[in-house]
Nanobody, 123 residues
Framework: QLQLEESGGGLVQAGGSLRLLCTASGGVFSDHVMAWFRQAPGREREFVAAIARSGGGTAYSDSVKGRFTISRDNAKNTVHLQLSSVKPEDTAVYYC????????????????WGQGTLVNVSS
């Protein structure tokens, strides 16, 4: 069973950059599509980015496309989310998710989750 742990969150000024890390254990990492979601206070968890098992395909939400980059290293069982040109509306708890199969954006399709890491963007 895949276990996920996020790190790298913190306080960043608007326009700055941050790199989030998700480390996986307890499963065959390369068998899983990996994704990042986020949840702001009072809002539902929303899709941010996903990457295919081989790393050959990615998907992004319109709100982060061109600013965020997802990548993975199957040898190290890690997935990163590079945040650039951040905005105050990017403030949220960021979650790493995993699933078998293909890249999808629906929250409920992901069965493995980490505990989240908080990103706080100051204006």
């Amino acid at each position: 069973q895949l276990q996920l742990e996020e790190s790298g969150g913190g306080l960043v000024q608007a326009g700055g950059s941050l790199r989030l890390l998700c480390t996986a254990s307890g499963g065959v990492f390369s068998d899983h599509v990996m994704a990042w979601f986020r949840q702001a206070p009072g809002r539902e968890r929303e899709f941010v980015a996903a990457i295919a098992r081989s790393g050959g395909g990615t998907a992004y939400s319109d709100s982060v496309k061109g600013r965020f980059t997802i990548s993975r290293d199957n040898a190290k069982n890690t997935v990163h989310l590079q945040l650039s040109s951040v905005k105050p509306e990017d403030t949220a708890v960021y979650y790493c998710g995993g699933r078998y199969g293909t890249v999808v954006t629906r929250t409920g399709a992901y069965g493995f989750w980490g505990q989240g890491t908080l990103v706080n963007v100051s204006s």
